[in-house]
């Protein structure tokens, strides 16, 4: 049985929802992927950097700095994704609050995407300059470079450039003709069961 108050969701917002579901499952299996990428690169950096002018000291530090670091990356994804999964709930069910959130958090993450896009190019064009004291940091930055699987930095790069289209395209299909007038119809009224009036007293 259908009611006339109830109106059709768009077919814009099904797909932003969508969108945002896929989104968020990537998220979390990044964040998931990037530990148990960690623990084989650590051992390849280790193994590579034996082969080094640098200290264990240096070693370590450096270990130290990619294990925070990564572990940090995952923390920030899987927040995101769960975060997008929540939207994605409440952008389905017609909330405004969920709409307007879901632009906030677009916004936020096309300027982290582009960020982490510009820094690795950065990274990628100009070399770092290290003066001979620090010889042995210099050897261990190649080695870390090699210690990673050949898949992840181009996956990590592909991932931040679909990052960025990804809020684009969920932003714009929110603020099309029929979202926005789907989000701003009246709250459908609550149905009650019509019963006989009841007998009269006798």
Do not use: H, K
């Not at 307007?100 to 190019?121: D, E, K």
Request: glycine share 10%; with cysteine.
């Amino acid at each position: 049985m259908s009611y006339p108050d109830r109106v059709r969701r768009p077919a814009v917002v099904t797909a932003a929802v969508v969108l945002l579901v896929a989104m968020a499952a990537v998220a979390v299996a990044y964040a998931v992927t990037s530990v148990f990428v960690l623990a084989g690169t650590v051992d390849a950096f280790r193994s590579a950097a034996r082969d080094t002018s640098a200290s264990a000291d240096e070693i370590d530090t450096m270990v130290f700095g990619v294990g925070a670091w990564t572990v940090l990356g995952a923390l920030v994804s899987l927040v995101a994704g769960l975060l997008l999964a929540v939207l994605a709930v409440g952008v389905g069910a017609g909330r405004s609050g969920a709409r307007v959130g879901t632009w906030v958090v677009a916004g936020l993450g096309m300027l982290a995407g582009c960020c982490g896009l510009a820094g690795l190019a950065v990274q990628r064009a100009t070399p770092l300059e290290l003066d001979e004291n620090e010889r042995g940091v210099a050897e261990l930055l190649a080695r870390l470079d090699d210690a990673y699987p050949g898949w992840w930095i181009p996956l990590g790069a592909g991932l931040s450039v679909g990052q960025v289209l990804g809020y684009l395209v969920v932003a714009v299909l929110l603020a099309l003709p029929a979202a926005s007038a789907w989000f701003r119809r009246p709250a459908p009224a609550p149905y009650a069961p019509a019963y006989p009036p009841p007998y009269p007293p006798r």
